[in-house]
């Protein structure tokens, strides 16, 4: 076959290489011009920075241990921890609240839909940043100190310098319940494709949920009463200036975690009630004809449905609060944004960590659009 000028697919072609040139050049000319700029300033370039003592403290390293000793890799470390900490705590919770006032919007009770839509318009147009400055004073200001401490329950103290509350004093045997509840969730997950074999084979399906849940309390509590039963808890108690034992949440966690749930609720809210109302009304109606209330049809018939509609655009609410995590600058929260331009500020890698820093964020969003496309691929329904 051969090809003459006038042909459009060798114009096509051309047009193709000449913009695939300009891309090269245009990239070749920065990196040439990034390099020289580094070397004229004397600035070092690479990632060597990394095995180098950091030299600062960091408040929050509950996840990883740290000291001031440590390398910029760990303290980087410290900062993802960190994210993570925050992220898969909001993802969860934003989820529950997003569903739930989603469908206190569609509630036939008049106050209860008002309210729910009152809380969507009014946090979906505050700004986040304005929402974490809130929490963050409320949690700051108004709380008094800790000798004059908050008790809404017994050993659990509200204080400006954060939420303290007990927890089991760790031993062994905690560590074999961890792992017994492992084994649990496998035997839940393959008990729950055993009765969807079953139900497509017989028509008839046992209950997963009872099924799952004694799964899931039964492995751990038995490796607690063959472990000795041990009740002991750490309870925080005063000492000084400030609470010792138990555990403790820091104010810029929590504000950042409220601020986090309650801002992509919001969003979350609106996509459980558009994907819900994209459901014919049918679907109701022939669940009310089986005789199945409301609620069983709800949760039986039209979410099932809707999730396919839900699951796309919850994956970008996911992505939006991972990424809004890093306004944590703002209130301190060491994150990795955070404890990235401080190590930038100390070394001078400005390139280089915001490398870093995009590196990790990226890998974050492709893992959970991956996890989402799977889930909503294995939710899809498929023609036979």
Excluded: C
């Amino acid at each position: 076959m051969r090809l003459s000028t006038g042909d459009p697919r060798l114009r096509a072609a051309a047009y193709q290489a000449a913009a695939l040139a300009a891309v090269i050049l245009l990239g070749w000319y920065l990196v040439s011009n990034t390099l020289a700029n580094l070397e004229a300033r004397r600035i070092a370039s690479g990632f060597a920075f990394l095995g180098r003592e950091a030299g600062f403290e960091i408040g929050e390293t509950s996840l990883i241990a740290y000291g001031a000793a440590d390398t910029y890799l760990r303290a980087l470390a410290v900062g993802l921890a960190n994210t993570f900490r925050v992220a898969l705590i909001g993802i969860v919770a934003a989820t529950a609240l997003g569903a739930l006032i989603g469908l206190a919007r569609l509630s036939r009770n008049w106050l209860v839909a008002k309210l729910a839509a009152a809380y969507v318009e009014f946090v979906r147009n505050v700004p986040l940043l304005v929402q974490l400055f809130f929490w963050y004073a409320v949690i700051t200001e108004n709380l008094p100190g800790p000798r004059e401490a908050v008790e809404p329950l017994p050993g659990v103290f509200l204080a400006n310098r954060g939420i303290f509350f007990p927890v089991p004093a760790w031993s062994a045997v905690h560590g074999w319940m961890l792992a017994a509840t492992a084994l649990g969730a496998g035997a839940a997950l393959a008990h729950a494709r055993w009765a969807r074999r079953r139900q497509a084979r017989t028509g008839r399906r046992p209950p997963v949920l009872a099924g799952a849940a004694a799964l899931l309390v039964l492995p751990p509590a038995l490796a607690w009463l063959a472990g000795g039963a041990p009740t002991r808890f750490s309870v925080p108690a005063l000492a000084g200036f400030n609470f010792a034992g138990g555990a403790h949440l820091s104010p810029e966690f929590a504000a950042l975690t409220a601020g986090l749930i309650v801002y992509t609720a919001s969003f979350i809210a609106e996509i459980v009630r558009a994907g819900v109302l994209a459901i014919d009304r049918g679907q109701f109606e022939a669940a009310y004809a089986l005789g199945l209330r409301r609620g069983l049809a709800m949760r039986l018939v039209v979410l099932p449905q809707a999730l396919r509609a839900i699951v796309p655009p919850v994956t970008s609410q996911y992505l939006n609060l991972i990424k809004n995590s890093s306004l944590a600058v703002a209130i301190g929260y060491p994150d990795l944004v955070s404890i990235a331009n401080t190590t930038i500020n100390q070394t001078g890698q400005a390139i280089e960590g915001i490398a870093i820093i995009m590196a990790v964020y990226l890998t974050i969003s492709l893992v959970i659009s991956a996890l989402m496309n799977w889930y909503n691929a294995r939710i899809a329904l498929k023609e036979r």
